[in-house]
Every structure is written in C-alpha cells, then in structure tokens.
C-alpha cells in the first residue's frame, strides 16, 4: 500500500542521510552510500521508517541511476494490445480475388549490351567515385593519482585528455588480401569478365583508391555500376511465373517497431492496425491509409509487408498497398500502388526508380490480371491515376 512522506519523515530521511555521511554538504549522494548499498552494509534506518525502508533506498538510488524506479511505475497510457491479426476484412471475397491476382512468385530474365553497361559503368565512376582514406584516433591523457571504482566504472579516471586525429599511410595499411573482381562481381550480379572490363577502364587514379580504404572502394564501386545497370534494365526485362505462393502468415508475421498506440485504426483494412512509415504524424503513407479508409469507393485494403517481394536485377523490391475497389465506382478494380513523397522519377535514386519500373512493367504490361500499378504520393493521384492506365 502507498505511503505518504509527508514533511516530518522527509526531515527524519535527511538527518539519517547527514547523520551516516551519505550525503555531503551540498546534498549530494556520497561514494560512501553507493558502496554500502552495493554491498549490503547499509546502515539501519530509524524505527519508525524501517516499513518503508525499500521504498526509501529505491528513492535515494534514483537520484544517481533512474533506472531504478522502472519496475515501481507503469504507463497509463501504454496500450494492452501486443497482437495485430488478421480481420474479416481479409475473407471479403473482394479481397481473396485481389490475393489470388498478385500472391505468385515471378522469375526475371533480362538481356543487355555489356559493352554498353561497361562504357556508362566507367564513366559513372570516374566522375562520382570518392574514397576517404583510413584515419585513427588517438586519446591522450593523465591517470589520477587517486580514484575510487565510480569513477572507473563512469571512465572518469583520466584528466586532461586530448585527442588527435590522423590519416592512416598507405604502408600501415592491413595486409588482408581482397579478391576484388569476386566481391564486386557478388554485389552487382555481374560476370568476373565485365567487371574485370570496368575496373580495367576507370582512371588509375579511381583504382588506387582501392588502397586507401577497401571495403568503402568495393561498395561504392558496386552502388556506382548498379546504378548504370539499373538505367539499362527495364526496357529488356521480362517476367515469368514460377511455382510457390505466399502464405498468409507473412502479413503478421512482422514485428514493428512502432507501438500501437502510434499505429492507425482501421476499419477498412485486412488487420485493425496499419503501421505506416515516416516519423510525422501526418506522413505521407499516413494520409494515405486514412483516406484510403475514408474513400467510399475502397472495399478493402492491405499495408503490404516487406517479405512481398517482386525479385529485379537490382534488388528484391516491395510494393506498400494492395487496394479492392467496390465495383463499378472505379476504372480499374485492383490496384497495388507505392507511396512516395514525389511523382518526379527524377528525384528517386535510380536504383529505386528501377524496381518501381519493373513492376510497372510486370503488371501494367505482362501481367494477364486485372491489377494495376503505379507510385502515387496521395490518394487523389491514385484516382487521377487510375483513369489514365
């Protein structure tokens, strides 16, 4: 049961406190209280506070490490929901012909001229490619001449120090052998041969930067050409199913890391909470959640997860929404649709522009289903959208 301490037993915890030479004269909790607690040697407090002796000592604890205090207060505010399954928005049969149009697996092939990716591979990293050199650190400083455990364990046992940064000379470097081609060869899906042409062709003055700094010359080489492959992709990029499905699972089976009082609740969703990216309150997937859920127009919706995966040369890419529209008040029935903060392509890294393209392609083009796709940055362009495809 809570007690109250009132203003008699606060100066009862003080004179203690003074008395053993727990506090010093500013107050403050001595090195000597922190040992003796630590060590179980604590003095006894007076008899008419020995009830509340636990509470006490947690209080005076908390005034050098909170984290005491974690176990005695609870968030009122915290929700009790730790589970988001599956609702019966997800059996509306709106929503099953919408999962049986796009729950395939797809395998890609494409073709493209490697003299061509060579060429623009070379270029693209003579006039981009940086490596910062190797540099250390080092802390110089004194040793106290006196110091208890405190301030070791708080790494307050040194005065005067002093850092100096230099860089690090090519003959200090490590002696760790790269296989080079093989690691760029991994990281871009390219053949030893191409790749060895591209690192062949960059200026020599780009190559030794290798020596400065392997692992960042590898993957920024690697980013640079698939940068270049990315451009060349999409119009030679063909999709053909291939056998397996995804299970259902996969929509609970992610964990978030936002809590669901952050979340939004959804009536129109096949889960009651949509968990959507971005940091603002009114991110751009927010807005969009919400007006999806608004929308006379939308059956039914689905928050994609990231393990819905299209496969493209350039990375697995994962689209954010599956949408079922009420028949008759929309062009197009099925929609999945990406959310972006812009319509300009130009402002997307390439590599992501790449992927929105293939699925452009795989279910604008080749796909027999009745689904659509694009990026939108609102539910208003979707609509506006929707009428143009």
């Known amino acids: 049961m809570p007690t109250l301490i009132d ?32 060590s179980g040697t604590i003095a006894e407090l007076p008899e008419e506070l020995k009830p ?36 019966e928005n997800f059996a509306k049969q709106q929503f099953q ?5 796009i729950n395939h697996k797809y395998a ?22 940086f490596v910062s050199e190797l540099q250390y650190t080092a802390t110089v400083g004194r040793q106290k001449a006196e110091m208890n455990e405190y301030e070791i364990e708080r790494g307050d046992s040194f005065t005067g120090e ?13 002696q ?12 871009t899906a390219l053949t030893r041969k191409t790749v060895s042409a591209v690192l062949q062709g960059i200026r020599k003055d780009k190559l030794y930067m290798f020596r400065n700094n392997p692992e960042e010359f590898i993957t920024k080489v690697v980013k640079l050409i698939k940068e270049q492959k990315a451009s060349m992709i999409v119009e030679h990029i063909t999709y053909n199913s291939v056998e397996g499905e995804y299970d259902s699972a996969i929509f609970t089976a992610e964990k978030h890391s936002q809590s669901f009082d952050k979340a939004f609740l959804a009536k129109k969703a096949i889960q009651d909470y949509v968990f959507t990216d971005g940091s603002a309150d009114k ?21 994609l997860p990231r393990t819905f995966k299209i496969p493209t040369p350039v990375g697995n890419y994962s689209p954010d929404w599956a949408i079922a529209f009420h028949e008759g008040k929309v062009k197009h029935i099925f929609f999945v649709a990406e959310t972006k903060g812009t319509m300009e392509s130009l402002n997307l890294k390439p590599i992501e522009q790449a992927k929105i393209s293939c699925a452009k392609k795989l279910f604008n083009e080749m796909s027999t289903s009745k ?10 362009s979707l609509l506006n959208l929707m009428k143009a495809l």
């Open 52 to 87: 509340m002796t636990e509470g006490i000592h947690a209080l005076i604890q908390a005034v050098y490490d909170d984290s005491v205090l974690k176990d005695m207060f609870t968030d009122g505010h915290e929700p009790r929901i730790t589970e988001n399954p599956l609702n």
């Open 371 to 380: 689904v659509k796709y694009h990026d939108v940055d609102s539910y208003q």
């Open 162 to 174: 002093k850092t100096r940064t230099q860089t690090l000379k090519h003959s200090g470097t490590s």
């Open 176 to 187: 760790i052998k790269y296989d080079l081609i093989g690691k760029v060869a991994e990281g």
């Open 7 to 38: 203003a008699d037993k606060a100066g009862i915890i003080e004179f203690y406190l003074i008395q053993n030479g727990y506090v010093d004269m500013k107050r403050k909790v001595t090195d000597k209280y922190r040992h003796e607690i630590k």
């Open 108 to 129: 890609y092939t494409v073709e493209f001229d490697s003299k061509e990716l060579i060429k623009k591979a070379v270029a693209h990293i003579d006039e981009k490619l």
């Open 283 to 303: 991110s751009i997937e927010r807005k969009f959640a919400e007006d999806l859920d608004a929308a006379e127009e939308v059956c039914v919706y689905a928050k």
């Open 97 to 101: 012909e919408l999962w049986r149009e």
